[in-house]
Nanobody
Framework: QVQLVESGGGLVQAGGSLRLSCAAS????????MGWLRQAPGKEREFVAA????????HYADPVKGRFTISRDNAKKTVYLQMNDLKPEDTAIYYC?????????????????WGQGTQVTVSS
């Protein structure tokens, strides 16, 4: 089992920044992939960004390209999501997810483990 614990959510004004963290523990996999997905009220969960533990290859959803940056600290088994120039439409619960495959996937069903989620609210 892999445990994922997110932190760093909160309330911020439009144009502001937040950094989310996701600490992994348990049976982690050095060759796998970590990602962030989000779910806004009344909407389906959607992919935000992902990173491969080995090599650091990243992938972003179009709405966040150029504003969000995903990174990882292998020694700390922690993944970060730096979110800049936040917009009201970024308001959602943000979930950290992990999968054992090194292939990055934007599909919600492709992830093996999930965190409990952290709320991000962007006011206009």
């Amino acid at each position: 089992q892999v445990q994922l614990v997110e932190s760093g959510g909160g309330l911020v004004q439009a144009g502001g920044s937040l950094r989310l963290s996701c600490a992994a523990s348990g049976r982690t996999f050095s060759s796998g992939t970590m990602g962030w997905l989000r779910q806004a009220p009344g909407k389906e969960r959607e992919f935000v960004a992902a990173i491969r533990w080995g090599g650091g290859i990243t992938h972003y959803a179009d709405p966040v390209k150029g504003r969000f940056t995903i990174s990882r600290d292998n020694a700390k088994k922690t993944v970060y999501l730096q979110m800049n120039d936040l917009k009201p439409e970024d308001t959602a619960i943000y979930y950290c997810a992990a999968r054992s495959s090194p292939v990055i996937s934007s599909m919600g069903g492709a992830w093996d483990y999930w965190g409990q989620g952290t709320q991000v609210t962007v006011s206009s």
